[in-house]
T-cell receptor, first 113, second 114 residues
Framework: NAGVTQTPKFRILKIGQSMTLQCTQD?????MYWYRQDPGMGLKLIYY???????DKGEVPNGYNVSRSTTEDFPLRLELAAPSQTSVYFC????????????FGPGTRLLVL | GEDVEQSLFLSVREGDSSVINCTYTDSSSTYLYWYKQEPGAGLQLLTY?????DMKQDQRLTVLLNKKDKHLSLRIADTQTGDSAIYFCAKWAHSGGSNYKLTFGKGTLLTVNP
């Protein structure tokens, strides 16, 4: 199986544009997460979902929206891009088994100019 | 709230052991993790330990947990240049009695010199 996949790998946006970052997992995990990683700052949770139809805010949700219509997909929407949203975005899903491990996608690098 | 702290940099010579340290504030029972991130890549799980354990060994990796001092360490034996990466310590934060998000340290950049 492919694990967690993300598209696109890299994107440049102009201020005020919108875009959707795609995330798909094929492990049938209920829990999924969106993080952003800024240099030297570790990872911050943007939104998470405990299953299809259920989402909740994380630490830094402002400027973002999510939806979870299926178990597999968890897209992240930026409505009005701002330079402060320049970051690397990681999607993850959580294995409910021993260790409760999170598996991460390869990331989407976003530059807002 | 949960806080996870790591030193930011570590430099070692090839063949030496590396020890990366992490401290945390919340003492709730849960899993603690070490992730590795190579340049331009996502986070790769290296190992994890449950908070009722003191030590876990997995090939070249040894995790030590001191619950009293809330201190977690990752030892890499015989460090190789391919081990150069950023290493993140992470721990679950709780909400409503269940794990709801991973709290990450800021990462330790390990540089291995030939």
């Amino acid at each position: 199986n492919a694990g967690v996949t993300q598209t696109p790998k890299f994107r440049i946006l102009k201020i005020g544009q919108s875009m959707t970052l795609q995330c798909t997992q094929d492990m049938n995990h209920n829990y999924m997460y969106w993080y952003r990683q800024d240099p030297g700052m570790g990872l911050k949770l943007i939104y998470y979902s405990v299953g299809a139809g259920i989402t909740d805010k994380g630490e830094v949700p402002n400027g973002y929206n999510v939806s979870r219509s299926t178990t597999e997909d968890f897209p992240l929407r930026l409505e009005l891009a701002a330079p402060s949203q320049t970051s690397v975005y990681f999607c993850a899903s959580r294995d409910p088994g021993p260790g409760e491990t999170q598996y991460f996608g390869p990331g989407t690098r976003l530059l807002v100019l | 709230g949960e806080d996870v702290e790591q030193s930011l940099f570590l430099s070692v010579r090839e063949g030496d052991s590396s020890v990366i340290n992490c401290t945390y504030t919340d003492s709730s029972s849960t899993y603690l993790y070490w992730y590795k991130q190579e340049p331009g890549a996502g986070l790769q799980l290296l190992t994890y330990i449950f908070s009722n354990m003191d030590m876990k060994q997995d090939q070249r990796l040894t995790v030590l947990l001191n619950k009293k001092d809330k201190h977690l360490s990752l030892r890499i034996a015989d460090t190789q240049t391919g081990d150069s990466a950023i290493y993140f310590c992470a721990k679950w934060a709780h909400s409503g009695g269940s794990n709801y998000k991973l709290t990450f340290g800021k990462g330790t950049l390990l540089t291995v010199n030939p």
